[in-house]
């Protein structure tokens, strides 16, 4: 068996020790004699992984007592929807266009109400956070949202937007669970778990209990009303239970690794080798204004396009995955989540050293 380094921007690489583990248990769950994939998600062996692994991620998190942990399906886009069917009580909402998955969230809202984009770093590709710290916020706006690390762009917002006292909304699928946050500081926070979590198909939404309510949009279908979800305690109908059982895995994980505090240090110094040789490298260069930069979603050019598809052919040869940037900005991407062990990224690094030797 060889295992690549995988730097997909998602779905992505998960740690070795819970797939091992998964693979272990897939014909025979603690002596269950079935697998969790063809167990009833009403069974007490099932109840028990979905109870542990809420568990788990409220430790994790710290999340607050007045926040529901919803374990959903639909991918991180149903949520554009779910959000202003559920929260749009005044029909307006303010959003920050950071990339394409604020600007589909902020299009989709237009739906259902009145989408004000407060701030955006269109101007520029995305390539910066604009400054949050005096906006014109809506006087009725239900909520503010942000895509709090942008996968594409390769951009984070290094402190939250000032929201005039506003709800905030966060989509955090490729930043989920890489470094502690403030929970009490959110209103909804979510992310589809296929970055960092997790295999795809689950959507974890942490969401503050008096948000949660059947003051929704007219005609919204009982699926997408959060308070179905937060009455059945995520068991309204059958859940993604194979994948929330290995979101479970993954929490224990991160447990393990010290937590978040200290998967963040960890993540810190990852990147650190990443940008520190895209700082000094005369061949490569990263695109994001550096004090935006994600710890997350590394993108970088050579400003030659021929030379970027030959990078990433070679680097594909010599065992590094998944490089190309996305198609909308081209160039290259490395995505270092949580399970890239730091290896993986000192070896790109070493890679990308002897690329440069040669095509300088
Ligand atoms: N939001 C962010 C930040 C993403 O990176 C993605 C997918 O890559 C999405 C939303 C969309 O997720 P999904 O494919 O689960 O709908």
Redesign the pocket.
Known sequence: MSRVYNFS??PAVLPEEVLKEAAAEMLDYKGCGMSVMEMSHRSSVFQEIIETAEADIRDLMQIPDNYKVLFLQ???????AMIPMNLMKNKVADYIVT????K??AKEAEKYGEVHVVASSEDKTFSYIPDCSDLDISEDADYVYI??????YGTKFKELPNTKGKTLVA?????FLSEPVDVSKYGVIY??V??NVGP?GV?IAIIREDLITDDVLEGTPTMLKYKTHADAKSLYNTPPAYGIYICGKVFKWLKKQGGLEAIKERNEKKAEILYDYLDESKLFKGTVVPKDRSLM?VPFVTGDKDLDAKFVKEAKKAGFENLKGHRSVGGMRASIYNAMPIEGVEKLVEFMKAFEKENL
């Not at 990339?99 to 604020?102: F, I, R």
């Not at 895509?147 to 594409?152: A, D, G, L, P, R």
Request: glycine share 18%; net charge neutral.
């Open positions: 921007a998602g639909g991918g991180a886009s149903q949520q554009f990339g394409q998955w604020a589909k969230a895509c709090e690390n942008n996968t594409i989509d955090v699928s490729s930043c992310g589809g296929q970055k795809a959507v979603n």
